[in-house]
């Protein structure tokens, strides 16, 4: 049984910024990945047109040691190169020697003798520890629907986040996609350039935004290098961890002119701009909602030819609150509807009624193929900590503790699991915020919170029941200030049957996510029992 000070559980974003700190603040630790290589998701989504939409240089480590000789060839990256940018990211800080791969977890049970977490693999590995440290991150339990007859689907049918490392041909074949999220809308955009036939099964349109996708030669970038210490400095400040914010103004402030001009701007920008630079109500009041709905339909409607199609992607009547659902990023998922090859089924109106042995079948028809593509998401937030067996020193699993919904403090740890913690989890900013910015911020306060116990003697922290409800409570403020709730979406857990329905965001923003963390430790971490 290997003894260590702490053992990180993934080998994404959050975990590999976690091995690098804690290493360097003198701690013995360990990370531990169920995949092969680095990059969490990006490891496993390695499905053609996988791609980040958080553009460069906002979705990179701010250490300067690696983006000082470091260059992207694109502003939006896509896997491949993701993935080449973790494997310069362990070259250059040196990570793999303390890194297992192949290496699941299963269960995490904390001794209340010796005050340690006892921790097993799936294999024979196991592991003492002070602090386990998770970073499953938000996806990465895969969400597989229970549809009829998949089971005698003679053609080839997976998950999106289980394509094949060595990729799949889909050249003359005949595709369905089902899912319009940004798996989705990535994958038809890809199949429809070589397959006989794409048909996307759309359950709920995407209000999807233009990438403005940009490729870099000669060594540029979209900010030079000597922009970036200011950059990185900035993104904590911002409501989604970027270094651009919503507008200081309401929508009818402006003039039906100035707002008309200000959303064509923001278009022409690309990115989230759309979504999360505009006005400030956007989000929070209807009719707010929607006028940049409105302008969404007007855009969008203009590039699909065929009435029907058009009717399903950009319904007139808006299906749903605007930027209330993940928003994507498109490069041309609207026009490719454009091409006699693609097409779209609604089945929210034509529900499928069974897979067959060789195609799908709905209410309105059915349709033969040879691939079908499960682009159905994840089981979101707790997914991924749930389907680990952990345990506190009451014997009540994590499982058990959030039967009827998630309880944590700060969005990073539970009462009745001492010295655990975890990243880009449940009730924090997470799935709203840059993926690097909650990495780092999340992980210099851990790495601060075990540097206060080594100093002072402490062996175990475990936050208070009183702490994890007014946190819940926080949480639940901020979701219901704004139009979010209103909306069936992951972001609430509605995609997985039986979930409990509740905000798994803390919608506050950012800064004020990150003042409370600051204020919490400020006053000798308030909201825990230090002993």
Known sequence: MAQID????????????QLWKLRNEGYNVKLVESGSDFGGVWYWNCYPGARVDSDIPHYEFSMPELWKDWTWSERFPGGPELRKYFAHVDKKLDLRKDCLFNTTITSANFDSNDKKWYIATQGSQTFKVKYLLLNTGFAAKRYTPDIKGLDTFRGQWLHSSFWPQEGIDMTGKRVAVLGTGSTGIQITQEAAKVAKEVTVLQRTPNMALPMRQVKYTNGEQKEPREKYPELFKQRP???GGFTWDFSPKKTFDDTPEERRKFYEELWEIGDFSFWLATYYDMLFVKECNEEAHKFWLEKTRQRIKDP????????????????????SLEQDYFDVFNQDNVDVLDIKTHPIVEITPTGIKTTEKEIKIDLLVLATGFDSYTGG???IDIRGPSGVSLTEKWANGSLT?????????????FTYGP?????????????????????DLMNHMRENNISTIDATIEAEAAWKQAVHNFAYASLLPSTKSWYMGDNIPGKPREPLNYLGGVPQYWKS???????????????
Request: proline residues 6%; contains cysteine.
């Open 6 to 17: 702490a053992l990180i559980v993934g080998a994404g974003f959050g975990g590999v910024y």
């Open 237 to 239: 400040t911002t409501f």
């Open 308 to 327: 029907r199609k058009r009717d399903i992607l950009a319904p007139t009547v808006q299906p749903h609150a605007f930027g209330c659902k993940r928003i």
């Open 385 to 387: 900590l749930k389907q």
């Open 409 to 421: 403090y700060l969005g990073m740890s539970v009462a009745g699991f001492p010295n655990m913690f």
């Open 427 to 447: 009730q924090a900013p997470t799935a709203l915020c840059n993926g690097p910015t909650c990495a780092e911020l999340q992980g210099n306060w851990i790495a």
């Open 517 to 531: 963390c600051k204020e919490c430790a400020q006053k000798g971490y308030e909201g825990f029992v230090l002993v």
